[in-house]
């Protein structure tokens, strides 16, 4: 009994040891992880990156585009809308300039010979084009595969509902005959407050107010950074068995959403009707139950899931990169040509 129990004791004592050295060099090499990414030099390997990802996304480095002046303007019924002309917007992966018009993303000039009826890209900040030029996006790649003009009307962190008020606003209804609308995750929030008009007067606040502050991660001080690193040092591991016992996909699953984004499109039916409208998603690592096909109770309505790889995502940011935009538009000028699916039932 007693050696069973010296045993336990030194195992003890062993794994207090293995725990004072984990956390005496975890923080370091996270903060000149950290550090690094400040001078714009991204890690490959997935542990240091994901300390410079909790950085990026976590501790307030990362620009934001529709925090920069520059670069919107305030409206009553969307909140902000583009500013028109050109912003400037960089973050660790990219540097970058942004047009817009009225119109929406500035795109390619089309030629002479070309079909005047166009498609209207819908979406937040993945369809806009955050981290790549104008002729970079996947709806200048699209008009540029099919010779039809592609009116990019996509906005950062816009939901469903916002970007088919823009859609309205916009006066390009009657130009097009296709409506893609890009779904992400954080649709959901903005989708299920449809109704509710002080939730969107607490966000456009809310909005109003960290415009205002526009904290950065220049006024964290070294012993709150010293901390968020003891902080991540412990949580790493708790998400790292999260992870394994659940994937990222079976932890997003579409049905709640679907629920609360049929009622935005037939709110908007009037507007929409008479369209083609796609809905898709590049969410990573995107949604395990995503339908495909036309939609059973809104047969103008398709769905389709299409499948990107890591190599289309910039490695910090998330966002797509050059190269995922031009494979994401040559994917949706494939679909285009292709007959419709069948029906494939909701979620």
């Avoid at 501790?59 to 925090?67: A, D, S, T």
């Avoid at 002046?69 to 912003?87: E, H, M, N, V, W």
């Avoid at 998400?239 to 009622?263: C, E, G, T, V, W």
């Avoid at 139950?289 to 299409?306: A, N, Q, Y």
Wanted: charged share 25%.
């Amino acid at each position: 009994m007693s050696r069973t129990r010296s045993l336990i004791i030194t195992g003890c004592g062993y794994v207090l040891i293995a725990g004072i050295l984990y956390l005496s060099v975890f923080p370091g090499v996270y903060v000149v992880s950290s550090l690094l990414l400040t001078k714009g030099i991204v890690l490959r390997p997935k542990l240091l990156r994901d300390f410079q990802m909790d950085f990026y996304n976590d501790r307030g480095y990362r620009k934001i585009w529709q925090m920069q002046k520059d670069c919107i303007r305030a409206d009553d019924r969307l909140i902000y809308i583009p500013r028109l002309g050109s912003c400037h917007f960089t973050n660790a992966e990219f540097d970058t300039t942004l047009h817009f018009d009225h119109e929406g993303r500035v795109r390619n000039s089309m030629p002479k010979q070309h079909s005047e009826i166009g498609i209207a890209v819908l979406g937040d900040s993945y369809a806009m084009g955050w981290g790549v030029n104008d002729r970079e996006t996947f709806a200048n790649v699209l008009q540029e595969e099919l010779k039809r003009p592609v009116y990019n009307l996509a906005v950062s962190s816009y939901g469903t509902v916002r970007e088919l008020l823009r859609l309205q606003q916009s006066g390009l209804i009657d130009k097009v005959d296709t409506i893609f609308v890009q779904y992400a995750a954080n649709d959901l929030m903005e989708n299920a407050a449809v109704d509710q008009e002080d939730k969107f007067l607490q966000a456009k606040a809310l909005f109003q107010e960290t415009l205002n502050r526009e904290r950065s991660s220049s006024d964290h001080s070294m012993l709150e950074s010293v901390h968020r690193a003891v902080s991540f040092a412990i949580e790493k591991p708790i998400r790292n068995l999260r992870d394994l016992l659940i994937p990222a996909a079976k932890r997003n699953q579409f049905a709640s959403h679907y629920q609360d984004l049929m009622p935005v499109l037939k709110r908007f039916a009037p507007l929409i009707e008479r369209k083609r409208v796609v809905v898709f998603s590049v969410d990573e690592p995107g949604f395990e139950d995503f339908p495909c096909g036309k939609d059973k109770t809104m047969s103008h309505i398709e769905f389709v899931d299409l499948k990107l790889g890591v190599e289309d995502y910039y490695l910090i940011d998330s966002h797509l990169n050059a190269a995922g935009h031009a494979n994401l538009g040559h994917l949706l000028a494939a679909y285009l040509s292709e007959p419709v699916h069948a029906e494939c039932g909701s979620p």
